[in-house]
């Protein structure tokens, strides 16, 4: 397929140049980061007005921001390490005004780290459930548990990665590998979030891969710069900050600086992504928060746009922004900026007296128990555990089961870990349990088979060694992003509980990969999982010894069903064609009622409703160059590794089509107990819809969200939905445009309906004008293409029920 991806040849001959440079240079001269970046400098950083909903917020803080000196004003900017509160991170107080400061605590999956909270899906996981409400109700009741701890920022949603690299450690933190649903599934937990604390939506941004994202820190004497992952605009617009632009509209109040490199300047120090896109161009009215030691550089990381510095700074301490203002390094306005998008953030979404009062410093030591949960929160995290379950084989209706009078149980995910929120202070702070054993990828606590966590870790994170499984059931991922249970309700467990209503023998063997089976069984359940953490990328994306088990039952059950965990994609080519093998459930990172809402799903309480978000290949090399993280290696590369993302959009599905390669199962594929038709395809143009708008200037700072034009709703695409099975069931429509000049299918739309049987719905998707256009990279504006846009609504993005045309000529 032909494509043009302009501004491409820039990027490439942009990046050509850098390194030539960059390789010149000896490491001693690289002191100095900011002067060696290559990134557009867009000095003039956008002052925060306070549009809107804002406007209060912003009138308070600027006139607390007016009585504060400069030294008061710089103190807030950056973390201070407290003796009575263990918050991820604490920004400085101004005692003599009563501001107190705010706390900003790990992550998007649930408060980390801390007992007397929940575990929720991750993020993933939703992203599975293609349910915007759910996605909504997730993270307002995450964000009250946030607050009840005395959390200002809860750091999360993750917009990036955006699922670029198949086997990126922390893709399982955002929603799926398509900017439309992770967009709109970022801006519904924004929304949700907000309710009760300030969301801080990350990683700004290409922090695709977790390898070299952070070199410098890994070795402090090392010169060795973080990747850069060389983005050109048009791929930036359309993918990379599309999400961000999103949760922009949505009111987000923090965004996180990422720890990568974007064409050679650092994410926290890169002026034209802070100033000129997120401040300028989409209107951000929050405050940046840097990656936790993200910072590389004092004033021009401020005169970049980054107002937050965290954990601590070794740049910004002992009032240095304060002198660099009388010193005229830095414009005073920067700094009254910064205290005031700070404030008026804290005023608007999370003004708490006591920050940080429910995080204690060591879970070791007494401590006030605060109970963060609320009983009214269970019903959502339930229901969002059950729909991020995608049924991808269901041989002769295997499923659901019916009471079946002998059921086996295998695998080593079926039970909770031996240990699983056991505090190890050990490990540099409050890591649970299971999220210490994912941190490391040489896997300390591991050895290879009799070790307690995981088993089969590859030694080094960037070797495409043995597959990383997790010894027991896998309810969410490593690093910041995990979340701590109040409880792990274990799939063994639960259907210990469904075995007593049914009357059902259960016979189980969670310990041997080749386990003795009853051939008695009616039905014989494997549960593996597929593990992967924050700080490495996953050395493979099947683990093989869990195949190997796979494998094993079935020679000798000839109805196996296979449950996976999967912190990411995960491959089935070794089994999933065995004749033996009638059901596959992507059972994602389901949180702490794993096992309750995996019994809903296969005993047919409520019919499967979750689709795949990202792309499952039939064999690794099908994605191409976008399997693996980009390594350190060769000269060239030594010390400024360099990430091209030449593929421009075409990552997942937009790849595979366009490489014509089939996959196993693709973006949005599905099953349900019920059958469902399509019919009465309507497409048209809005009465009121302008055609002929052309953006007036680029600049469209203090407008949230970025040119109020782009949300116009210009067309509409209608069509009816019918439960023509016997269950009632839930479908989600799923639209898709051809943008004339772009890849053949984008999704522009999805709708999730409950349906009774026999029933039918009448569907509407409303496309925006940013939906369907395209990034002028000239014009530096949104542009709608002349011509016939075709469109398609189905049940996936190859399964196509109904196809039409939109004509914008
Ligand atoms: C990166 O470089 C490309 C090519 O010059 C350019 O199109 C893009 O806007 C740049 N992005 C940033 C953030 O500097
Ligand atoms: C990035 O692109 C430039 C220009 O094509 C090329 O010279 C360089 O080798 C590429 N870098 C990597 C790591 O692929
Ligand atoms: C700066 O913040 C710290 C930590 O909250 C606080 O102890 C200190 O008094 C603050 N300094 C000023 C000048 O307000
Ligand atoms: C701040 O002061 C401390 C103590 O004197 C010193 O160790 C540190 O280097 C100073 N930081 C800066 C940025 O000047
Ligand atoms: C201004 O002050 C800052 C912070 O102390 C310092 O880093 C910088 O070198 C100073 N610049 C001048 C021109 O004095
Ligand atoms: C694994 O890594 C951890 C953290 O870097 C280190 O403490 C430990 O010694 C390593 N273990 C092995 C077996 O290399
Ligand atoms: C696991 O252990 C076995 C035997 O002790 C050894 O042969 C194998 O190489 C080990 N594998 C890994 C990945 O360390
Ligand atoms: C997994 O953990 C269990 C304890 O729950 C332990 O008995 C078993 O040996 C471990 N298995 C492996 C392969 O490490
Ligand atoms: C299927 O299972 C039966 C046992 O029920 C076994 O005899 C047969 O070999 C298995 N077939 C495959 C393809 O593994
Ligand atoms: C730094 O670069 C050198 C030279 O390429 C490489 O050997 C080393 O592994 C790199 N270190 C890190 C932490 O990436
Ligand atoms: C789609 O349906 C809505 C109301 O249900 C209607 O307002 C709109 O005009 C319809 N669009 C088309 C293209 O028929
Ligand atoms: C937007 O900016 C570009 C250069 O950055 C300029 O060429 C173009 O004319 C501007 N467009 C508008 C509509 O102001």
New binding site residues.
């Given amino acids: 397929m032909k494509t043009s991806i302009v501004g491409l040849a820039v990027v490439l001959q942009l990046a050509a140049q850098a390194s030539a440079q960059d390789g010149q240079s000896s490491p001693s001269e690289l002191e100095n980061y900011w002067s060696y970046g290559r990134s557009e400098s867009v000095p003039d950083t956008p002052v925060a007005k306070g549009p809107g909903d804002w406007a209060d917020a912003y009138q308070k803080a600027l006139k607390l921001v007016s009585q504060m000196t400069d030294e008061e004003k710089n103190n807030i900017t950056y973390g201070h390490e407290l003796t009575t509160t263990g918050c991820s991170g604490t920004t400085g107080s101004v005692p003599r005004l009563n501001f107190p400061g705010i706390c900003l605590q790990d992550a998007g999956n649930g408060v980390r780290g801390v007992d007397m909270v929940n575990s929720y899906p991750a993020g993933i996981h939703a992203g599975a459930s293609w349910n915007r409400e759910l996605a909504h109700d997730r993270a307002e009741h995450m964000g009250a548990e946030f607050r009840r701890k005395g959390v200002n920022v809860a750091l999360g949603p993750v917009v990036g990665p955006a699922g670029r690299v198949a086997s990126g450690g922390r893709n399982w933190e955002g929603f799926g590998s398509d900017p439309y649903l992770a967009g709109a599934l970022a801006a519904e937990s924004v929304r949700g979030m907000q309710q009760n604390v300030i969301a801080c939506v990350k990683h700004l941004i290409g922090n695709e891969q977790e390898t070299s994202r952070n070199s410098p820190q890994l070795l402090e004497d090392s010169h060795n710069q973080s990747i850069s992952s060389n983005i050109d605009d048009k791929t930036m617009h359309e993918l990379y900050l599309w999400g961000f632009q999103d949760v922009v509209k949505a009111g987000a109040g923090s965004v996180m600086c990422s720890y990568n490199r974007i064409n050679n300047s650092y994410g926290c120090q890169n002026s034209k992504v802070m100033n000129g896109l997120l401040k300028g161009e989409l209107g951000f009215q929050g405050f940046v928060v840097s990656d936790w030691t993200g910072q590389h550089t004092g004033i021009a990381s401020a005169n970049a746009g980054m107002d937050i510095a965290m954990p601590d700074s070794k740049y910004w301490e002992n009032n240095t922004l304060a002198i660099a203002t009388r010193n005229g390094s830095m414009p005073e306005f920067r700094l009254d900026d910064m205290a005031t998008r700070i404030i008026a953030s804290w005023y608007k979404y999370a003004e708490i007296q006591e920050p940080g009062h429910g995080i204690p410093v060591s879970l070791l030591e007494p401590h006030k128990l605060v109970d963060a949960r609320d009983p009214k929160s269970k019903k959502t995290i339930l229901q969002s555990a059950v729909e991020g379950h995608v049924l991808v084989k269901n041989t002769a209706d295997a499923l659901p089961l019916k009471k079946p009078k002998f059921l086996s149980i295998f695998g080593?995910d079926a039970?909770p870990?031996?240990l699983n929120n056991v505090d190890d202070s050990s490990l540099g702070g409050w890591s649970m349990g299971l999220q210490n054993a994912l941190t490391y990828p040489n896997g300390s606590s591991v050895d290879n088979?009799?070790?307690?966590y995981m088993?089969l870790s590859s030694t080094s994170p960037t070797a495409r060694g043995p597959g990383v499984a997790f010894?027991?059931t896998l309810f969410v991922g490593g690093g910041s992003g995990a979340s701590t249970p109040s409880y792990i309700d274990a799939p063994l467990h639960a259907f210990q509980r469904q075995a007593y209503d049914d009357d059902t023998f259960l016979a189980w063997d969670v310990?041997s990969l080749d386990p003795f089976v009853n051939p008695a069984s009616e039905a014989c359940v494997v549960f593996i999982n597929e593990a992967a953490s924050e700080g490495w990328d996953r050395p493979y994306l099947a683990d093989p010894s869990s195949d190997k088990l796979v494998k094993n039952v079935a020679a000798k059950c000839s109805n196996t069903m296979v449950v996976i965990h999967n912190a990411g994609l995960r491959l089935v080519d070794e089994w999933v064609e065995n004749p033996n093998i009638t059901a596959v459930i992507y059972a994602h990172l389901p949180g702490q009622d794993s096992g309750r809402a995996l019994v809903e799903v296969m005993y047919g309480k409520q019919s499967p409703s979750g689709r795949l978000p990202y792309t499952v290949a039939r064999k690794e090399s099908d994605y191409k160059d976008l399997l693996e993280p980009v390594v350190t290696s060769g000269t060239e590369n030594e010390y400024y590794p360099q990430s091209n993302f030449s593929e421009g959009i075409y990552i997942d599905y937009k790849a595979f089509i366009r490489n014509d390669i089939k996959p196993r199962f693709e973006f949005g594929y599905g099953l349900t107990y019920s059958n469902f038709s399509y019919s009465d395809l309507e497409t048209g143009v809005s009465s009121n819809a302008n055609l002929q708008y052309e953006p007036a200037g680029n600049r469209t700072e203090n407008v949230e969200g970025g040119l109020e034009a782009l949300w116009d709703v210009i067309a509409s695409v209608n069509c009816t939905v019918s439960n023509t099975g016997k269950v009632h069931a839930a479908e989600v429509a799923q639209l898709y445009v051809g943008i004339p000049g772009g890849p053949p299918k984008v999704l522009r739309g999805f709708e999730k309906r409950t349906i009774e049987a026999g029933e039918k719905e009448h569907i509407q998707f409303e496309l925006t004008r940013r939906d369907l256009s395209q990034w002028d990279t000239e014009k530096q504006a949104w542009g709608l293409q002349t011509g016939k846009y075709s469109i398609y609504v189905g049940k996936s993005v190859l399964d196509i029920q109904l196809h039409g045309i939109l004509d914008l000529s």
Avoid: K, R, S, V
């Fill in positions: 080593y039970i870990p031996a088979g009799t070790e307690q088993f010894n027991g310990l």
